[in-house]
């Protein structure tokens, strides 16, 4: 069985919370979504668009029998789903961008789709999270190096891939086995680079306040396997 949370903090700098989240569980599969809107106008009101696309695609091609018991099978169904997502919601005037992240649970396997700087990590017996994601950012240009070291380079700022109207979607996708006892976490960037190791193992409990004084917004997914 499946156990889940999601929680989203406003960031003090910001004048509204542009990070959306969603998640479901049917019994079968969880599907797990973090959308972080970049500060271009609309990204908000797309971030939570691309939320609802999400799910709703997924589940409309699960009801018509697409099988998602496999990585192979969970990546060509989101990649359908993305794109679809894309051509509907630009073409029907959506503005600005986003970076987000899908994981799909199922048949004990973890399935990611990302771009941008949403990650995702996985922890157990309250060690710090290990994240299992490379961040899309200029940054991370060479892929080497951890979260906490770029949580202090203002380079990170600057993505690299996301989901905008002038390139179809490219997830990458890291996949592994979702072992019984773990905790996953999907998260947007003010949980990973604004919180201390010590700060973010805190708030993977239900009980824990909202953080405070965090300038960016604060989104993350708490799955327990």
Request: glycine share 8%; charged share 20%.
């Amino acid at each position: 069985m499946i156990r889940y949370s999601t929680r989203t903090v406003k960031g003090q700098d910001r004048d509204e919370n542009r990070d959306r989240v969603g998640a479901a569980f049917d019994g079968v599969r969880g599907i797990f979504v973090v959308v972080d809107g970049t500060s271009k106008p609309g990204s908000g009101q797309l971030a939570q668009a691309l939320v609802d696309q999400i799910f709703t695609g997924y589940q409309a091609r699960i009801e018509n029998g697409v099988s998602d018991s496999g990585h192979d099978q969970v990546e060509t169904l989101l990649k359908d789903v993305l794109q679809d997502a894309h051509s509907s919601l630009f073409s029907g005037g959506v503005t600005g961008s986003a970076s987000y992240l899908v994981a799909v649970v199922s048949g004990e396997l973890l399935t990611v789709a990302y771009e941008g700087d949403c990650s995702a990590g996985v922890t157990s017996h309250n060690n710090p999270i290990a994240w299992i994601t490379a961040p899309h950012c200029l940054a991370n240009w060479r892929r080497d190096r951890s979260h906490r070291q770029l949580a202090t380079d203002k380079g990170r700022h600057q993505i690299s891939r996301s989901f905008k109207a002038r390139k179809n979607p490219d997830p990458e996708f890291v996949t592994r086995a979702a072992i019984a006892g773990e905790t996953l976490v999907f998260a947007t960037d003010g949980f990973w680079a604004d919180l201390s190791d010590a700060a973010q193992i805190q708030l993977l409990g239900l009980d824990a306040p909202d953080p405070t004084h965090v300038d960016d917004d604060v989104t993350w997914i708490v799955v327990q396997i």
